[in-house]
């Protein structure tokens, strides 16, 4: 377990079974001071809450993104616009946002535009999953020994990437 976290504030926006899973590794790892999490459905804070895998749970993505050094977007790719746009005026400068979607095309087209000077946009893609879904799914070792691609655009600041890298 790591003395220091990794990030002070992390906010999972979606609490599926990547989600879930990413709270419960990053707490077997010391990896976050605070996880806090957001999801639409009322039924899945619940589970979210009732499970602990989050130390705050909001019904707003903006309210859980607020100071997170590392926003992580676990929701359908669909919705990736509208939480980018709902977002944007809370992401603190320095702050990494990627996602774990698995096309990164659309993830560019529709996140970019909304990412505000400071914050480094890294799209990335865990290889990992099981056919299981929700917040009750989740459990920490979902992400050992697999792969996480991660496709940093033009410009991103190195030190960035490798951060993002080595918590992965």
Request: charged share 20%; glycine share 12%.
């Amino acid at each position: 377990m790591a003395e220091t976290p990794m990030f002070d504030r992390v906010a999972l926006l979606g609490g599926g079974l990547i989600g879930s899973s990413m709270a419960h590794a990053m707490r077997r790892g010391g990896l976050a001071g605070h996880i806090a999490g957001y999801s639409r459905s009322k039924e899945s804070r619940a589970t979210a809450e009732a499970i602990g895998f989050c130390d705050s749970i909001h019904d707003n993505p903006a309210d859980a993104a607020r100071d997170a050094d590392l926003v992580v977007l676990c929701l359908p790719v669909g919705a990736f616009a509208e939480t980018a746009e709902a977002i944007a005026p809370v992401l603190k400068r320095g702050a990494i946002l990627t996602d774990v979607g698995s096309v990164k095309a659309a993830v560019v087209r529709d996140v970019g535009p909304h990412v505000p000077d400071g914050v480094h946009f890294i799209p990335g893609h865990p290889i990992a999953g099981t056919e299981q879904s929700g917040p009750s799914a989740g459990f920490p070792e979902l992400f050992d020994n697999r792969w996480c691609i991660v496709t940093p655009p033009p410009g991103v600041e190195q030190a960035a990437i490798d951060r993002l890298v080595a918590f992965w």
